[in-house]
Structure formats: C-alpha cells, structure tokens
C-alpha cells in the first residue's frame, strides 16, 4: 500500500495590489482565477468594492477592470460561481444599506445588478451562499427585522427567485452558518442565534422536506463564521468561532483552527490531523473567506484573511489539500 499523504497547510505567496488585511469578505473561484470582494478592516466599517482578481499559476493579485452595476462598499457579503459568472448577494454598510444580488461575468468584466433588495430577497448580511448548475440557494442571515432561517434559490437561466420552506422550530434563525449542496440537497451546519449552534440540518430539493440530522464520530464544537464547502460527499469545515466575546463582533472570542469532515452518507465526523510544521500553522480565525480551488493540481479549500485571537484582521492565503 503506498502511503496517505498528511494533510497539511501550505501557505500560498501573493504578489501585487491584493486584498490586505479584512475580515467578513467573500472569496470565490472561476478557472485559475479567484475573486475577493467586500470585508471590514474595523468591525462594521466597509472598506471598498473593488473586485480583486488573484491568478493561482502566478499567485498575483490585480483589480478587475470592472464595468455596469457594482455592489456598493459591504462587509458580511456571499458569493458562488455558476460557469464563468460569479453571483454577489447581500452585504450591508455601516448605515444599514444592503445590497441585492449581482452577477459578475468574468469574460466581459461587467457587473448587473439581477435583483435590487427592494424588489427581490429582503436584504441581509452574514447569511451562507451555495450553488448547483442552475441556482443559487441563500440560507439565514441577519436582515433588518433580526436572524432568519428561511432559503430561497435564484434560477440563473429564468432570472427568478424560488421560495422554499423556511427550516421550521427546529431550525432557529441564524448568522453565520455553513451551507453546501451535496448531490440535491442543501445542508445547514452551525451558525449563531446569540449563542453559538452545534446543530445540522438538511434540506432535499426533490421532496421540499427539512430533516434534522443526528451526527455521530468526532463532531465540532458548536461554532459560526466558518468555511464549509463539499468535497465529493464530505462536507469539509475549518475554524470559526467557537464562543463570542464579549463584546460581541467588536471583538475576537475564541477561534478554531481545527479542521473537520462529515461523510454525508454515513453521518459520521473526522477530526483531521494537522500535519502542519509547528510554526508554519495558520493562526486560527473566524470570519475568513474561502472557495474550492485547484492548486498545483490538487483540489483544496482555499482561505484568505479573517479575524484572529487577538482581533487583528489577516492578510494571508493559505491552501488545504483534500
């Protein structure tokens, strides 16, 4: 038998007008292209709109020369790829504005604004955006009127929002919680609700119906603000907040580092082993963005920035291989 590979963190080196320090932003990936936008410095001040365009073969940064209709400065915003268009929802700024949902297409660099908060989605931040090949399903948040627990999915091809049953009693209104779609249907992990949440619900696209999910093995602490993204039929999870501060988000609480993957079909959790050298782990954090990508061949979760322990805002990206 050969042998298993360690899991591992590799840092990746960035080169340009990157990003910088943020936290709160939204991260996703078209080809060997990938794209930040949005994110605070200080809690709960925006700091720009520019589209940042990091290429993964030479590991520079550039801004994309943008074109239409741009979301206005956010922080607490989503994003997913569909083909070579990105969609771009929610996010709001330090007056309480939000933004609606945005497509982004990368081969014309042109913005459109598809749905204006006041006609479509009631707007909100800090919710969790997944996809498939034709929609893109938005789950919770933080709106204006407090947390909610209800999905909704936008059909790429009819332009159009879809309702679907909001995740009843069992499922409280939440911020911050993972949202993956594996092979029809959508699962909710985690979140916030003024307390950080350890339960896990899924949703099946074909029936309409929302089932509680009971997890056995070695399953997370209950936690928010955290990458979750499919790998396969695992769900993969890294970091997140743990216990609030305080100070609620003006400040830090306690942050992960671990990394975590629930097998979807037998329901049960691995802790993964970190077979990162002792000094070249990344600090662990809450509030980063993070994608899918293929590095070097290998496909892995890609992180960039976030907060850590001692709430300072991270500039890094750093890469773990599935």
Request: net charge negative; proline share 6%; charged share 25%.
């Amino acid at each position: 038998m050969s042998p298993v590979a360690e899991n591992k963190w590799v840092k990746v080196g960035q080169k340009g007008s990157g990003p910088g320090p943020r936290s709160s932003h939204a991260l996703t990936v078209v080809g060997n292209k990938v794209y930040c936008f949005g994110g605070e410095l200080k809690p709960t001040i925006h700091i720009d709109n520019d589209l940042y365009v990091f290429d993964l073969q030479t590991q520079e940064w550039s801004i994309a020369p943008a074109t239409g209709d741009a979301p206005f400065p956010c922080f607490g915003v989503s994003m997913v790829p569909i083909g070579t268009t990105i969609y771009v929802y929610g996010g709001r700024d330090d007056t309480r504005r939000y933004n609606g949902l945005y497509s982004y297409d990368t081969l014309t660099n042109k913005w459109e604004l598809l749905s204006p908060v006041e006609e479509g989605l009631p707007g909100r931040s800090y919710h969790s955006m997944a996809c498939d090949d034709r929609n893109v399903y938005v789950f919770g948040g933080v709106t204006a009127k407090g947390r909610v627990n209800t999905l909704h999915g936008y059909d790429v091809v009819g332009r159009k929002w879809v309702e679907y049953p909001a995740g009843g009693e069992a499922c409280k209104g939440r911020g911050g919680p993972g949202l993956v779609v594996v092979e029809g249907k959508v699962w909710v992990l985690f979140g916030f609700d003024g307390n950080e949440l350890g339960d896990i619900h899924c949703f099946d696209l074909a029936s309409g119906v929302w089932t509680a999910v009971e997890t056995t093995g070695d399953v997370p602490p209950a936690r928010s603000v955290f990458p979750a993204v499919r790998s396969g039929k695992e769900i993969v999870v890294y970091g997140g907040e743990e216990e609030p501060h305080e100070l609620m988000h003006m400040g830090a609480g306690k942050l992960s580092g671990e990394v975590y993957r629930l097998d979807t079909e037998t329901l049960v959790w691995e802790k993964v082993v970190d077979g990162t050298e002792e000094g070249k782990k990344p600090s662990p954090r809450g509030w980063c963005a993070f994608a899918v990508a293929v590095k070097d061949g290998e496909e892995g979760l890609l992180v960039h920035g976030g907060n850590s322990p001692t709430n300072e805002r991270l500039d890094d990206m750093v890469f773990w291989r599935f």
